[in-house]
C-alpha cells in the first residue's frame, strides 16, 4: 500500500513539472506577469519593454516631471522657450539605474534650452542640474540609488550644454572662440564679449575677461572686478534743491563752492556745480560736475549732497535724481555686478562702447557722444578726496584708427576732464567726426570743467583729428576746442583741427587758476571761407585761433593756419588772434589766411607779451603778423628765422605812431616800439 501511495506521488510531480516546463516554452495566451517571476509579455520585444529594458516616453513644448519607470525620455515637439525636464528622486530607482534625456525633435537652441533638473536637494555632477542646448543634444544620466546622479553628455558631438564650466555651474552656454582652452582645463576665466558676459550666471568668478573686437561696441578687450559696491563709471544726470537755505543766503552767483556727501567723487574735494542765489535764498544749481556731469561720478540716484552757501540759515541740499547708465561695467544673469578696471597702459575707448564706424555717412553711423564722454569719466575718477595730499585723477584714453562720430543730438559741449589725456594713433589716422547736426552755437570740445573757475591741470588732447564737414557754418565765436583753465602740460599735441566754414578751431581764454602754461604743439588747423561767404546765420569770418589767456604762458610750436582757397569759398580772413597772455611762438606757417596772426593785447605789456620766430607766410597772405591800431607798443618781437613767402609784409604796423610796415624779413630781433625808439 505505501509503495502504490509513493508511485502516485512521483507521477503526480512528474505530470506538474511537464505542465510547467511547457507553459514557459509555449506560454500561449496566458504568460506569467512580471510580479510573478515571469515577462508578462508573448514577445520578445514586449518582454523587454514590460521588464524596463526598453521603454520610450515622448514630451513636447512643456515642462515634465521623468518617472522612475522611465528609460528613455525625448522630444517629440518643437520649444517655443526654454523647458524643464525633472529627474525623478536618485533614492526612487536601483543604484546604477540608467536614464537617457534627449533631443529627439532636433530642435532645441541656445534659447530654448532643455534643462534637465534635480529632484530635491539631489546633485547632478554635483550642482543642481545639466542642459541640452542645441539640437540633438542628449544626456546619459545614473543614479547611485540615493542622492546623486552621474550625467555624460552624447549626442551630436557639439550639442550639448555643460554643467560645470570653471567653477560655474548652471545653464551655461558658450559660443566660438569664447573660451581659451587647454587640454580639458580653461586657462582663465575669459569671455569672449562684455554682451555675451552679461548673459552669464558668473558667480563662482571674482575676477573676468573679455576678448578684443569681434564687433564694434563689444566692450572687448577689459578686465572686470566683481563688486557689491556702486559702479564708479556712472555719471549724473539730474538733480533737484531739496534745501533753499531757508533765509538769509547772500545774493550772487557761486561757482567754486563743493558739495559733499553721497556715494561719489567730484573735483575739488567734492563736486560744484552753478549755485545762483536771489532774493536771499538759492534759487538754482547747475552743471554740478560741469557739462554732462563729466567730473561728478559714482553717485547713486538719491545721494543727497550738501554745500555750505554763504550767509544761508542752514546748509543747502541738492539730491541726485539720475545717474547715466555705464556702458563699460555691467551686471550678470545671476545679479553680479562687475565693475571694469583701469587698464595700466589706458583705457581703449571701445571698452566703454565706442564704436569707429563713420565711414562718410552720419546717417549710419553711431552717436558716440555719450560712451566718449563715459570713457573720459572714468578715465577722471579720483581716488582722494585731495590730490595734493594725496591720491590720484585722470588718466590716458586711447582712440584706435579709424573715425568714430559724436553729437548728432548733442545740446553740451563734450568734455575731457582734469588730468584726462586723450591719444589717438595720429592726426590722420584717428579721427572723431562732429555730427553735421551739431549745434552751431555751442562748443563742441571743452577741455575741463568750464564752471568750476579754477586752474585744470594735464588735460591734454594728443594724435588725432576732430573734423567739420567744410561747409558746415558754425558760430564765429563757437569753437572746436575750447578751454578757460586747462594748463600744465594741457592743450592740444600733434592735432588736426577741422572747424568747418565759419566756426573757430580754437579758444585758449581767462586761464584760471594761475601762470603756468599751455600747449599748443604741432597743430593744424583748417578750413574756413571768406568773411564775405560767412554771413549766413549771422556768422562772420572771426579768429580760427583765439588766445587771451590771462597772465598763463602759452607755448605755441609748429602751427599751421590755413582756410579755404577762393574756388571753395576762401580764403579765410582771420587766423591766430592774440588778445592777452604770454605768447611764445616757435614756429607759424599761414596758407589762404589774409591775416595769418594778429597781436591785438590793450593796456600795457602787464596783459600779455607776445615772441615770433621760425615763421613763414603763405599764399593769399597781406600780413604775416598784424599789429592793430591800440596794440601796446613794445609787446611784441619778430625774430629771424623768417620768411614772408608770398606774404606782402612781414608786419603790417597799424599803431599809431609806429615806425610803418615791416615789408621784408631781416636777421635781427625787431620789436615794435613807438615814436623815435623804433627798432629797425
Not at 496566458?30 to 515571469?38: F, N
Amino acid at each position: 500500500m505505501k509503495l502504490l501511495r509513493g508511485l502516485a506521488a512521483l507521477a503526480l510531480a512528474f505530470t506538474l513539472a511537464s505542465t510547467n516546463v511547457f507553459a514557459q516554452v509555449s506560454p500561449g495566451t496566458s504568460p506569467l506577469s512580471v510580479l510573478d517571476g515571469g515577462t508578462g509579455a508573448a514577445t520578445a520585444a514586449n518582454a523587454r519593454s514590460n521588464l524596463q529594458v526598453d521603454r520610450f516616453t515622448g514630451q513636447g513644448n512643456a515642462n515634465y516631471t521623468i518617472l522612475a519607470s522611465d528609460r528613455v525620455v525625448g522630444t517629440n515637439a518643437a520649444f517655443t522657450a526654454s523647458r524643464t525636464w525633472t529627474l525623478p528622486a536618485a533614492n526612487a530607482v536601483n543604484a546604477g539605474h540608467s536614464l537617457i534625456v534627449a533631443d529627439f525633435q532636433g530642435t532645441v537652441t541656445g534659447s530654448n534650452t532643455l534643462i534637465i533638473a534635480r529632484a530635491g536637494s539631489d546633485t547632478i555632477n554635483g550642482g543642481t542640474s545639466v542642459t541640452i542646448s542645441s539640437a540633438n543634444g542628449a544626456y546619459l544620466l545614473w543614479s547611485d540609488g540615493s542622492s546623486k546622479w552621474t550625467a555624460q553628455a552624447i549626442g551630436a558631438s557639439a550639442a550639448s550644454g555643460v554643467s560645470s564650466l570653471d567653477g560655474a555651474t548652471g545653464a551655461i552656454s558658450t559660443q566660438a572662440g569664447s573660451l581659451d582652452v587647454t587640454g580639458s582645463t580653461l586657462s582663465g576665466n575669459v569671455l569672449s564679449s562684455r554682451t555675451f558676459a552679461a548673459t552669464q550666471d558668473l558667480s563662482a568668478f571674482s575676477a573676468i575677461q573679455t576678448l578684443g573686437y569681434a564687433t564694434a561696441g563689444d566692450g572687448g578687450g577689459a578686465i572686470f572686478q566683481k563688486t557689491a559696491g556702486n559702479f564708479i563709471d556712472t555719471r549724473i544726470t539730474g538733480g533737484s534743491i531739496t534745501n533753499n537755505g531757508t533765509s538769509g543766503c547772500t545774493n550772487g552767483t557761486y561757482y567754486t563752492l563743493a558739495f559733499t556727501g553721497g556715494n561719489g567723487r567730484g573735483e575739488l574735494g567734492g563736486t560744484t556745480g552753478v549755485i545762483t542765489v536771489s532774493g536771499n535764498v538759492v534759487t538754482s544749481i547747475a552743471n554740478v560736475g560741469g557739462y554732462n556731469g563729466a567730473m561728478a561720478v559714482g553717485y547713486l540716484a538719491g545721494d543727497v549732497l550738501s554745500v555750505t552757501v554763504p550767509g544761508c540759515a542752514s546748509t543747502v541740499t541738492w539730491t541726485v535724481s539720475s545717474v547715466s547708465t555705464p556702458t563699460g561695467s555691467f551686471t550678470d544673469s545671476a545679479g553680479n555686478k562687475w565693475q571694469i578696471t583701469y587698464p595700466a597702459a589706458g583705457l581703449d575707448a571701445r571698452a566703454m562702447g565706442v564704436k569707429f564706424d563713420w565711414d562718410g555717412t552720419d546717417g549710419t553711423a553711431t552717436d558716440n557722444f555719450a560712451t566718449l564722454q563715459n570713457a573720459f569719466s572714468f578715465a577722471w575718477y579720483k581716488t582722494s578726496t585731495s590730490i595734493d595730499v594725496g591720491g590720484t585723477q585722470g588718466g590716458l584714453v586711447l582712440l584706435t584708427k579709424q573715425t568714430a562720430m559724436i553729437g548728432c543730438a548733442a545740446t553740451t559741449p563734450i568734455v575731457v576732464p582734469y588730468g584726462v589725456k586723450v591719444k589717438g594713433q595720429g592726426n590722420y589716422s584717428t579721427a572723431i567726426k562732429m555730427c553735421n547736426t551739431f549745434p552751431t552755437g555751442t562748443n563742441q570740445w571743452e577741455l575741463c570743467n568750464s564752471f568750476a573757475h579754477v586752474a585744470c591741470f594735464g588735460t591734454l588732447l594728443e594724435d588725432f583729428q576732430i573734423f567739420n564737414q567744410f561747409d558746415i557754418v558754425g558760430s564765429s565765436s563757437r569753437s572746436t576746442v575750447y578751454t578757460n583753465s586747462a594748463q600744465h602740460e594741457a592743450g592740444m599735441r600733434r592735432m588736426a583741427i577741422y572747424p568747418g566754414a565759419c566756426g573757430r578751431a580754437a579758444t585758449y581764454e581767462t586761464g584760471y587758476g594761475g601762470a603756468t602754461y599751455i600747449l599748443l604743439d604741432s597743430v593744424e588747423f583748417k578750413g574756413g571761407k571768406s568773411s564775405a561767404n560767412c554771413t549766413a546765420g549771422g556768422s562772420s569770418g572771426g579768429a580760427q585761433v583765439y588766445i587771451n589767456y590771462g597772465t598763463t604762458q602759452v607755448i605755441v610750436d609748429n602751427i599751421n593756419v590755413a582756410g579755404l582757397s577762393s574756388g571753395s569759398g576762401g580764403p579765410r580772413e582771420f587766423g591766430l588772434v592774440i588778445a592777452g597772455g604770454f605768447v611764445d611762438i616757435r614756429g607759424l606757417h599761414a596758407e589762404q589766411v589774409l591775416n595769418p596772426a594778429t597781436i591785438n593785447i590793450a593796456g600795457g605789456v602787464a596783459n600779455g607779451m607776445v615772441r615770433a620766430r621760425n615763421v613763414i607766410g603763405g599764399v593769399d597772405c597781406v600780413g604775416l603778423f598784424t599789429l592793430p591800431n591800440g596794440n601796446t607798443f613794445g609787446n611784441f618781437m619778430i625774430s629771424p628765422p623768417m620768411a614772408q613767402n608770398g606774404c606782402t609784409h612781414m608786419v603790417v604796423n597799424g599803431m599809431s605812431g609806429g615806425a610803418g610796415n615791416m615789408t621784408a624779413a631781416t636777421a635781427t630781433d625787431v620789436v615794435f616800439l613807438s615814436g623815435s625808439n623804433k627798432a629797425w
